[in-house]
């Protein structure tokens, strides 16, 4: 969608709850005149009013780029104020796990997530094993410092933020063979 709003505008909305940015960035939606538009600023308004609005989302979130996983991987729970807030990842019990993972670092809605939670059923019911909170890019770095690698494929990462880690990367500290890190890196968009 073309508005005339930064997304580094709108993701400092989100995360200072300034509601009248948000209202109006809700108002330039609706003036683009489509139907997801229209729906993301009614989801957006209804949210700011409390409202879940889980029919708007469930009806438009594919066209919204929010894929619907079997397990429910990603639902309306996980926002706030109409944006993703809370991304909760899971060990591969779950089907789609990969699949959500995957958006999760490469879609722009998850650039406003500010709560990370990895989940396990692993050793009896769903329970979180971990959390992190932060901006998007500083929760990646995050897993990434864990070893989770594959949030290198996050268009975030900048090719010289990229090379630089693959040039200082040792394998022999992390276990971890340098050519499957680079078949992780060349993922990335901007590699």
């Known amino acids: 969608m073309q508005i005339p709003v930064s997304l580094e505008a709108i993701n400092d909305a989100v995360v200072n709850n300034r509601i009248e940015d948000l209202l109006l960035y809700a108002n330039l939606l609706s003036d683009l005149g489509t139907a997801p538009a229209r729906a993301r600023a009614a989801f957006i308004r209804f949210q700011i009013g409390g409202i879940d609005a889980e029919d708007i ?4 979130r594919e066209s919204w780029g929010i894929p619907i996983f079997q397990e429910d991987l990603v639902n309306f729970r996980d926002f706030r104020n109409g944006f993703l807030w809370t ?3 899971h060990t591969t019990s779950w089907g789609e796990d990969n699949e959500a993972r995957n958006w999760f670092y490469t879609n722009i809605e998850a650039r406003f ?3 990370y939670e990895f989940w396990s059923c692993d050793h009896g019911p769903e329970e ?3 959390r992190k909170s932060g901006d998007f890019k500083s929760i990646l770095i995050s897993l990434i410092k864990d070893e989770d690698f594959s949030a290198f494929i996050s268009p975030v990462f900048t090719r010289e933020e990229l090379k630089s880690f693959y040039d200082n990367y040792d394998e022999d500290i992390t276990g971890f063979d340098k050519e499957s890190l680079l078949e992780i890196i060349e993922r990335n968009e901007n590699w």
């Open 57 to 60: 989302f469930e009806e438009y």
């Open 87 to 89: 991304f909760r990842d």
């Open 113 to 115: 997530v500010r709560k």
């Open 128 to 130: 979180i094993v971990f």
